[in-house]
């Protein structure tokens, strides 16, 4: 049986850290579902079309991961509706730091408490992308730093472009 897994985010921008989670999880799962949120309670950077454009070329252009296993979407709903829709039960979730531990733990509560057949899976990126999140690489890029450390190429231009 093919398994599905579903990866919310912003990803505003996708950052080396989340692409991490994705290549460590397609090890483990057939299809990655990068689930790029819509709703409106954050205040974005780009909106829910770039961001998808931007994952688009990050993973596809840029680093050449195979199309057939990652399908990237966007969503308006509970995670868990994602989960019943793409028949999935794993829901995964990037680790950095202790700090993110408190907030995922209870995300993960709450969706088990939502849908019962739903396991969460939290995955560490490598220790030199733990520290990397997209507040930090907007906020690096606004003040004229260097980002290469922290995302792709594609992405860089795009937050160039978005900055200027």
Known sequence: MKTNAIYPGTFDPITFGHIDVIKKALKIVDTVIVAISETNNKNYFF???ERMDIVKKALFSD???????IKIILF????TDLCK???????LRGLRAVSD???????AGMNRKLNDSVETIFL??????QII???FVKEIISLGGDVKKFTTKSTIKSLKQKND
Request: net charge positive; hydrophobic share 30%.
């Open 133 to 135: 999140s997209s507040k």
């Open 63 to 69: 680093l050449k991961l195979n199309k057939k296993k």
């Open 124 to 129: 560490m990126s490598d220790v030199e992308n």
């Open 76 to 79: 308006k709903s509970l995670t």
């Open 47 to 49: 909106d829910a079309q």
């Open 101 to 107: 531990f408190e907030y995922e733990f209870q995300l």
């Open 85 to 91: 829709k793409y028949k999935s039960n794993i829901i």
